[in-house]
């Protein structure tokens, strides 16, 4: 997937860390594998390459990624919709180049959301396109590769750890003292990495979107890497980032991904319906940054968050 992986465990003295890695490695190996779009053997580009009618076999975790994936697209009305593949691709941030003749493409593509055409056939592990599309899960899947970290971790017996690939970060257990992992959400900054704040997690995980980390200029405009589904290009003013605290490490990357494209205030309403705890960060005149929260975790009153 183009990121580094990262475990910090407590675990017995003896453990073999080097068979620890090695099936830590195997796990996210498995992921990319199935869902990368920079792989043209990869599970995904093999779905993507079906015409639109015929089932495809898919293996089970490209399935779970899939289901989530058009649930959380679903209670977004579309925000979060995987299938901006081609979009992606034409303005440079899959595994090719920009192409001004895929761009103009993608700005006059209209499809409906994946949403209302891919049927999931779970039991049978198969999938069909209802309608030509390219898939992209790169705003789930590696969430859903911290997942698979922290399931490793958990089958070997060790419970307390915190697993991560790039930003995306999921903490079990706590420390031998009895306190939570700490962890900061990064400033949005593109020429330094700084803390903006910091929250301690207890089985939780923190995933954020921004527009600080992968970009383009165009037009003396920097463009960040996030799609707008309705309009098949970046998003012309979003928010500075995303955070937000889930469950799993896949809910929060997706659904930091949706508030993304939503921006501040479709995205707070968004939130507070789908009981999320999210914190915008938007930026203001003269460089200031202000900052938008949803949900207890997030409360400015509190200097950190701390999330069960």
Not at 27 to 47: F, G, H, I, K
């Amino acid at each position: 997937m183009g990121a580094r992986w990262s475990a910090s465990f407590y675990a017995p003295d003896g453990l073999d860390s080097e068979a620890v890695r090695q099936a830590l490695q195997a796990a996210v190996n498995e992921v990319d594998t199935q869902m990368s779009t920079w792989n043209p053997n990869s599970d995904l580009m093999r779905l993507n390459a079906g015409r639109a009618g015929a089932w495809v076999n898919v293996p089970p975790c490209l399935m779970e990624v899939l289901r989530l994936a058009l649930d959380i697209g679903r209670a977004s009305g579309g925000a979060f919709d995987v299938g901006v593949g081609a979009a992606v691709r034409a303005w440079g941030f899959g595994p090719e180049a920009v192409d001004e003749v895929r761009i103009r493409k993608a700005l006059e593509m209209r499809h409906p959301p994946a949403h209302e055409i891919v049927d999931l056939d779970v039991e049978g592990g198969r999938v069909r396109k209802l309608a030509p599309v390219d898939l992209d899960l790169n705003g789930i899947a590696k969430g859903y590769g911290v997942d698979r970290l922290a399931a490793v971790l958990h089958g070997l017996g060790i419970a307390s750890g915190l697993v991560g690939i790039d930003g995306e970060m999921r903490a079990f257990g706590l420390h031998p003292a009895g306190e939570p992992w700490v962890i900061a959400v990064e400033a949005p900054d593109p020429d330094r990495r700084a803390p903006h704040s910091i929250l301690a997690l207890h089985d939780a995980a923190v995933a954020t979107s921004g527009d600080y980390r992968h970009w383009l200029m165009a037009g003396g405009r920097r463009l960040s890497h996030t799609m707008d589904p309705r309009r098949g290009a970046p998003l012309p003013e979003p928010p500075a980032s995303v955070t937000v605290i889930a469950r799993t490490c896949a809910e929060a990357d997706g659904w930091a991904t949706a508030l993304m494209v939503l921006g501040p205030k479709a995205g707070t309403q968004l939130a507070e319906r789908e009981r999320l705890n999210a914190l915008f960060l938007l930026r203001g005149a003269e460089s200031t940054l202000q900052s938008k929260t949803v949900g207890s975790i997030f409360d400015p009153s509190h200097d950190h968050g701390y999330a069960h």
